[in-house]
């Protein structure tokens, strides 16, 4: 998982280092202008919606939702001047993450993954977003492939695990988290799913169907 540190700073300076591979989404290129005041809008959204967003399970602070939106809307301006930086997706998800607009955050994700599918961190949250909705047959899809390009991944291997329990495949899911200590010993994420499968098998809980069931049980 990126640190916010690294994230912020994709943020600000991949612009113009990704201009000539994602500018054909763009009518024309950026000028140097153009990315200047996109890294501005972007640096000023990010320092007002960062308290605020959760990243690897970094405290936050109470939300304050007229900041965030604050930041949405400069993440939005930034993105009308160049829509092909993936960082750019992310932190709008993360915005509307802290503001639990599941539907909205699963929207900037995926057009993270779509232009950053390498990039682990832009399935990790397309897919808990997606499992939020219910979305079961697309977050699996887009973990495995995901896998295939970062097998050693511990919190795609989580994801998986965690896809296959939703999905009541209780003994691969099993498995997968058994994978994901191979990875990481002692991974929490890890021995929670592995709990989380044998209590269902015992029926101490009841078979979940999305991410937001199994977060209310």
């Known amino acids: ?8 700073l994709a943020l600000v300076t991949s612009l113009l280092a990704t201009v000539p591979a994602l500018a054909q989404s763009q009518p024309a290129p950026v000028t140097a202008a153009q990315a200047r005041e996109f890294n501005a809008l972007v640096d000023e959204a990010h320092r007002l919606v960062e308290p605020f967003i959760l990243i690897h399970n970094r405290p936050t602070l109470a939300l304050d939702e007229a900041r965030v939106r604050r930041g949405l809307a400069l993440f939005d301006q930034a ?4 829509n092909g930086n993936w960082a750019t997706w992310m932190m709008k998800g993360k ?12 929207e900037s994700f ?12 832009t399935a990790n949250e397309m897919t808990i977003e997606a499992m939020r909705l ?8 887009a973990t495995t492939a995901a896998l295939r390009r970062a097998p050693d991944s511990l919190e795609l291997r989580c994801r998986l695990a965690l896809l296959l329990i939703l999905q ?15 990875i990481a010993p002692g991974d929490e994420i890890a021995l929670n799913l592995i709990e989380i499968a044998d209590d269902i098998r015992a029926g101490r809980r009841s078979q979940p169907s999305t991410l937001a069931e199994l977060e209310a049980g």
Not at 79 to 82: A, D, M, N, P, Q
Not at 95 to 103: I, K, P, S
Not at 134 to 141: I, M, W
């Open 95 to 106: 915005a509307h993450q802290a503001l639990g607009e599941t539907r909205a955050a699963f």
């Open 134 to 141: 219910g979305e079961l047959d697309f977050a699996f899809q």
């Open 168 to 182: 009541g495949r209780l003994d691969e899911g099993r498995a997968e988290a058994q994978r994901a200590l191979e």
């Open 1 to 8: 998982m990126h640190s916010l540190k690294t994230l912020a």
């Open 79 to 82: 993105l009308t001047i160049y």
């Open 110 to 121: 995926r057009r993270a993954y779509e232009l950053a599918p390498s990039e682990p961190m």
